[in-house]
């Protein structure tokens, strides 16, 4: 009977991979967007920087940076997803493909203000070609979200030349 992995090696191996997801995004740097990894879910964050701001006289959060932070989560999260199964069985993850957005409709509830920005997405439909995906945003508290959105994304294609 083979000996299960040690957990840090597994640890080690997700922790790679979900750096190597990120850091192949060179927007991801520049908006300087965070993921915290707790098992299989991931949980976005937009630490706030001053240029973030779109209204200095409110102060608000730019509805752009906001936007650009819902669609990084979703298509992280789809990207994720995508590895996941790949990633526990050992294949090499790093060269993946990222989904395509189709559309994405965001409502803004209300102003974001100007701190550290959470976000969390779920997939709700995921086929070989298409992926329907929710994601909240909040900051203070989980229960009192500042935006949401859908999106539909066109998922990458296996390479058939291979």
């Given at each position: ?21 990120l ?54 999260e789809?990207s ?24 994405f ?7 974001g ?8 997405a ?15 945003a ?18 990458p ?6």
């Amino acid at each position: 009977m083979k000996r299960p992995e040690p957990v840090q090696v597994i640890k080690q191996r997700r922790d790679k991979a979900l750096q190597s997801l990120l850091q192949g995004v060179p927007y991801i740097q520049f908006m300087g967007f965070k993921f915290d990894r707790r098992g299989d879910e991931l949980t976005g964050i937009m630490p706030y920087q001053d240029m973030l701001i779109g209204n200095p006289m409110l102060p608000a959060l730019h509805g752009g940076a906001t936007a650009a932070f819902l669609e990084t989560t979703a298509i992280v999260e789809l990207s994720w997803a995508m590895m996941w199964d790949r990633m526990e069985a050992g294949e090499d993850v790093t060269k993946l493909r990222l989904p395509k957005t189709i559309d994405f409709t965001i409502d803004y509830l209300r102003a974001g203000l100007p701190r550290d920005a959470y976000a969390r997405a779920t997939i709700n439909r995921s086929g070989r070609r298409y992926a329907s995906v929710h994601v909240e945003a909040w900051q203070d508290n989980r229960s009192r979200l500042f935006a949401q959105a859908t999106g539909h994304f066109l998922m990458p294609q296996p390479d058939t030349n291979t």
